[in-house]
């Protein structure tokens, strides 16, 4: 995209008319002209910009051109309303000025639409945010509400403004808009009733018939046919390029955006709808009884269903279009209306109730747009207010448009040359004042309030007696006719002058931009705008909220007399306030230019332009800024513009930026009288020497452009050239690295190789060496061992020999002594040398023979193992070593016993002696060990009699069959035998049945068998004899005779128990001796002893066999 850094680059004509050269009306047309045929439709003089409309759409409102001019300075890029706009916004954001921007120009020249440029752009470069973003829609979307009521279409322009806006955009200090308030100025009411040919009704009536659904015509009863209501004209009903029914959706979302309520929708669109209704209401006329006429309603349909919309009482409205109250002096007076008159209060309420929905529509939109803080607020304004116009017919509505638009250049010719003037005393330029037209003096006409045509109005006006739009004429020609910008037919005559031109119930007035005639016919009307009492009452009852509050004169408590102020009036006292308001803000302007009359898009007409140019004063305004100086810009930009023209400011200027500009300008020789040095900017008069600047500046650049494009070229190929070069000494450093290291490698592993294969060499020749050094030394260790070996062994050979030979020598030595001896003592040698060879070799046999029991047999008593005998002749002598050794160990043994043990043995050692190889039980007995107890009776609870009955220890204690001498059967009992006696007692109670000192027995009775059989034989007389001799057999015979017999050994006092050991023995039993026998068989019942009565006297024993 091509960056554009002044309005002079790319220039078509000139952008700035303060450069035109010659200077004339012709080559200002021409300038504006040419740019308008390249769609450069801004063109600025100074800081204002005229605006042509082009009449057709331009890519020129963009996003992107929105932030192409954000913060750009203004002179910066191709003129632009976005320029201006940026310029007010900075200034009023950084520099904390309110302004106002002031867009003025005839109908149809584009005020509106560079109205809504200016607050786009403003919404789109400030702040962001939810809230910031609602307050900017809220405020965008207030136009098209207020276009729909306030817009209609006129011969001039499709979307005229029919009403004066000024809004107010408020900002906070960083600038984010906080909200905003409308002022609006006189609507041109006169539109509801009747419209010029060719022109229509406010939009909003078509909007709403086009684009309202069915359900929504039928509630507000209306009907989508525009021939249905007298009101709105049909030769215009519709309108190219204007899509009513669109925009009424359009307008409909507007109006939620920026807040309305359903209800308040649907009361609006009431009251638009009873406008409609009441513009059908005709009226017929009734003769009266006095002769007057008075005015009925035609047809009634209409009036019911407007009084249904608005919740009228019919008979109330009714009544007040044919009655009219009059009160003066407390006193009430009803007066008939005629049907002119009924006709005029219709039109006079409708008026009245559109103009007055339209100001409360304005007061609704500001209640939603207002600020929320109460902070203080930067202001920009916006003024859009309607142009300039002359009709064919004027009349009141245009005299006071006109008189608006006087007052607005009177305040633009006041503010562009003061500023301007104040630019030069500022910066210290000399300055001469500038002559130039003032309208002061037709506002003066206008608005004086000793004589002006206003005040004229209201006192005729508020006059009493019979007022007309004539007397008024009268009065002005009277009052202004010396003016010298007021005319009339009267005035003229007066002069001896004829303009014919000028009809009689006209005034005309020079105004700055041209004579308008305005007919006076409805001036004292309009101004008093009154509306009969009797309506505005109808309207209070109604039963409808918004009508209510639209008519609040209608309350009889509150019934005015005053008059109210008249429209002129009220104009003039709102057109001051805007006044002052402007003035206390920073101006802006915009001063748009229509470019035909056909509404068309390319097409210029020179007459039509020249005519605004010369009403709006822009030649002026051209002049006024040329005849200082032309062109004026800050030090710093010019330097920095200009800088390459002379060889010391370029590149760079050190030092203030005046005195670049200062070395610049008189490097370039330019005259002195065509520039003046200002405190803060360089003023240049001609716009020529401008354009040699410019001129020089263009060389210059293709110049620079040449030397940059040489220099960047010149750097691109260094750069490269240097990169390549770079390239190839890394490549080659690169390079070079791999190459030494592939060769080191290659090098390294070589001389591996090669160290490896010397190593290999090395190490098997060392190994070789080694080997052969080693086998050296084992052959000579070998052969030096062989040799010894063989040294040794001859020497060994040779010892033998020789030893051999000794022994020999020796051995025939004393075989030679011996026989020597022998031959000499055999005759002494045989008579003691036998018996002592005889005692040496008995000696050493005996030796040899003690010396092999070194090694002795086992320690254990019944080891019987000994050494065999070594020579018969030691036979005694080693049975005599065998029993001492026996003996010896013997005694170790006992040695180790405890007493308990010894006694034990020694009653082992009494059974032996009593009954070895005596009886054939004993010896099964020798392994079993004599446990003496084997009752347990001090443990077993039944014997616990028995246990206290025997009072000394318990030596025997063991179950025994009692032999029953009648049958031979044996009876258990208990055998307890203690030291002093024996008890015999029942096996199962325990209980005692005999008891036997033992002094009382004699002896004992036992056979040699192999049985348990024993008697015990009492004394002869003794206490225990009478029952006489006890039979009983036991299995441990062995053990209670042998304890018995102890006993009896040990005691002194007593005499030992003899033991009798044969097959036969007698038992006394009581007076009978029974014989028991013994005999050796097999038993019938099996293998145990079977005792057997054999008769009285003989009891046999059979004992099996061993
Ligand atoms: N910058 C523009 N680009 C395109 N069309 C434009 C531009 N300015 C104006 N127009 C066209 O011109 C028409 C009239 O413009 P606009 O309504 O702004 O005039 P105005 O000066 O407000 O007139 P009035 O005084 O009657 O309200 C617009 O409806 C639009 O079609
Ligand atoms: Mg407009």
Redesign the pocket.
Same mark, same amino acid.
């Given at each position: 995209m091509e960056v554009k850094t002044s309005l002079l680059d790319n220039m078509i004509g000139v952008g700035d008319m303060v450069l035109i050269e010659p200077l004339s009306e012709d080559t200002f047309i021409e300038n504006l002209k040419k740019r308008f045929d390249h769609n450069e439709?801004y063109t600025y003089i100074g800081s204002v910009v005229i605006?042509m409309?082009?009449?057709?759409?331009?890519p020129i409102?963009t996003a992107e051109k929105v932030e192409e001019y954000r913060n750009r300075n203004f002179y910066e890029l191709s003129p632009h309303v976005y320029a201006l706009a940026d310029e007010a916004y900075r200034s009023l954001r950084e520099q904390d000025k309110d302004q106002c921007i002031l867009?003025t $120009?005839?109908?149809?020249?584009?005020?509106?639409?560079?109205?809504k440029?200016v607050m786009s752009y403003v919404a789109a470069v400030c702040g962001k945010g939810q809230e910031v973003n609602k307050v900017k829609e809220q405020l965008l979307q207030s136009n098209p509400v207020l276009e729909a009521f306030g817009?209609a279409k006129?011969v001039?322009?499709?979307?005229?403004?029919?009403f004066g806006k000024y809004m107010d955009i408020e900002f906070d200090f960083k600038g984010d808009p906080l909200g905003g308030a409308i002022s609006n100025y006189l609507l041109e009411k006169s539109r509801v009733v009747k419209q010029p040919r060719g022109e229509r009704n406010f939009h909003i009536f078509y909007q709403l018939l086009s684009g309202a659904s069915d359900d929504t015509l039928k509630k507000l009863k209306l009907d989508r046919d525009f021939s249905k209501y007298n009101y709105l004209s049909l030769d215009s009903a519709t309108v190219n $390029?204007l899509d009513d029914a669109a925009s009424f959706r359009t307008v409909r979302n507007a109006m939620q955006i920026v807040g309305f309520m359903e209800d308040e929708v649907q009361s609006i669109l009431e009251l638009v709808a009873a406008v409609l209704k009441l513009g059908n209401i005709e009226f017929k006329p009734e003769s009266r009884c006095n002769g007057y006429d008075e005015s009925r309603v035609k047809d009634k349909n209409d009036l019911k269903e407007m009084c249904e919309l608005l919740g009228i009482e019919q008979s109330v409205l009714e009544r007040a279009f044919s009655f009219r109250t009059v009160e003066a002096k407390m006193e009430k007076m009803s007066t008939t209306l005629n049907v002119a008159q009924a006709y005029y209060a219709r039109d006079a309420l409708a008026k009245n109730l559109y103009s007055r929905l339209f100001s409360w529509l304005v007061n609704r939109i500001n209640e939603s747009i207002k600020a929320q803080t109460k902070s203080r607020k930067k202001v920009m304004g916006v003024l859009?207010i309607?142009?300039f116009e002359i009709f064919e017919d004027n009349s009141f509505e245009q005299f006071i448009i006109n008189y608006c638009n006087e007052k607005l250049q009177q305040i633009f010719i006041e503010l562009t040359l003061r500023e301007e003037q104040e630019e030069y005393v500022r910066e210290g330029i000399e300055w001469t004042n500038i002559e130039y037209f003032n309208n002061a003096i037709i506002c003066d006409l206008i608005e004086n309030n000793k004589n002006g045509i206003l005040a004229m109005l209201d006192e005729e006006c508020l006059r009493p007696g019979t007022v007309t739009d004539e007397t008024f004429l009268d009065k002005l020609n009277t009052v202004c006719a010396e003016h010298q910008h007021f005319e009339s037919r009267q005035s003229k005559n007066s002069k001896f002058l004829t303009d014919h031109s000028l009809p009689h119930n006209c005034f005309r007035i020079q105004h700055y931009a041209g004579k308008v005639l305005y007919r006076v016919e409805g001036f004292v009307d309009k101004n008093n705008d009154l509306l009969y009492r009797d309506l505005s009452q109808a309207m209070y009852k109604a039963n409808h909220s918004l009508i209510k509050i639209l008519f609040p004169e209608g309350n009889p408590a509150k019934v005015n007399l005053k008059r109210p102020p008249t429209a002129g009036f009220q104009f003039k006292a709102s057109v001051g306030t805007l006044m002052k308001n402007l003035l206390s803000k920073n101006p802006n302007y915009i001063r748009?230019i229509?470019p035909n009359d056909k509404?068309a898009a390319h097409i210029f007409t020179d007459s039509l332009v020249c005519h605004q140019v010369r009403y709006l004063g822009l030649m002026e305004n051209v002049r006024v800024r040329r005849a200082g100086y032309a062109f004026r810009q800050a030090y710093e930009p010019c330097l920095e513009r200009y800088k390459m023209l002379c060889k010391q400011t370029w590149p760079h200027w050190k030092g203030p930026a005046r005195g670049g500009v200062e070395v610049l300008l008189t490097d370039l020789q330019v005259p002195a009288e065509e520039f003046a040095y200002g405190r803060s900017k360089i003023f240049i008069r001609n716009p020529r020497t401008l354009f040699f600047l410019e001129e020089k500046r263009r060389q210059c650049l293709e110049d620079l452009a040449t030397l940059i494009q040489k220099i960047y070229r010149g750097w691109k190929s260094r750069t490269h050239f240097l990169l390549l070069k770079k390239s190839q000494v890394v490549v080659a450093a690169w390079y070079r690295r791999f190459a030494q290291q592939k060769k080191y490698q290659n090098i390294r592993s070589s001389a591996l190789v090669f160290q490896s294969f010397i190593r290999g060499w090395k190490a098997r020749k060392l190994l070789r060496e080694l080997k052969h050094k080693k086998r050296c030394e084992k052959a000579v260790s070998t052969i030096s061992a062989y040799w010894h070996g063989t040294q040794a062994r001859r020497e060994l050979k040779r010892l033998k020999e020789e030893a051999r030979r000794k022994h020999a020598v020796a051995v025939i030595w004393a075989y030679w002594l011996g026989l020597k001896v022998r031959r000499e003592y055999r005759k002494f040698f045989r008579a003691n040398a036998g018996k002592k060879i005889y005692d040496f070799t008995i000696q050493r046999i005996m030796q040899k023979y003690f010396l092999g029991l070194k090694k002795m047999p086992s320690m254990s008593p019944v080891d019987k193992s000994w050494p065999a005998r070594p020579y018969g002749f030691l036979d005694g002598t080693h049975q005599e070593l065998r029993r001492i050794f026996h003996l010896w160990r013997c005694k170790k043994y006992r040695s180790q016993f405890t007493e308990e043990k010894k006694a034990t043995y020694e009653e082992k050692l009494a059974a032996s002696e009593l009954f070895k190889d005596k009886k054939a039980l004993y010896p099964s007995s020798v392994g079993q060990p004599f446990k003496g107890d084997y009752v347990e009776m001090t443990k077993n609870p039944k014997y616990q009699k028995l246990n206290s009955f025997v009072e000394d220890k318990v030596l025997v204690a063991d179950v025994v069959s009692k032999i029953n001498r009648a049958n031979g059967k044996g009876a258990p009992r208990i055998f307890l035998l203690t030291k002093k006696s024996l008890v015999l007692a029942d096996q199962k109670t325990g209980q005692v049945k005999a008891s036997v000192p033992l002094p009382d027995l004699s002896s004992v009775s036992v056979s040699t068998q192999n049985d348990g059989f024993f008697a015990l034989k009492l004394k002869e007389g003794s206490t225990s004899a009478a029952k006489g001799d006890f039979l009983l057999s036991s299995d441990r015979l062995i053990e209670i005779i042998t304890k018995l017999h102890c006993i009896g050994a040990t005691s002194a006092d007593r005499n030992k128990i003899n033991i009798d050991i044969s097959d036969e023995f007698l038992v006394q039993f009581k007076q009978d001796k029974v014989c028991v026998k013994f005999i050796q068989g097999t038993p019938k019942n099996g293998n145990g002893v079977a005792c057997k009565r054999k008769n009285n006297r003989l009891l046999e024993v059979s004992v099996p066999s061993p």
């Open positions: 439709i605006s409309n082009p009449y057709k759409s331009l409102y867009i $120009g005839e109908s149809g020249a584009g005020k509106t639409e560079a109205s440029f817009n006129t001039r322009n499709d979307n005229s403004s029919r $390029g859009d309607y142009g748009c229509k509404k």
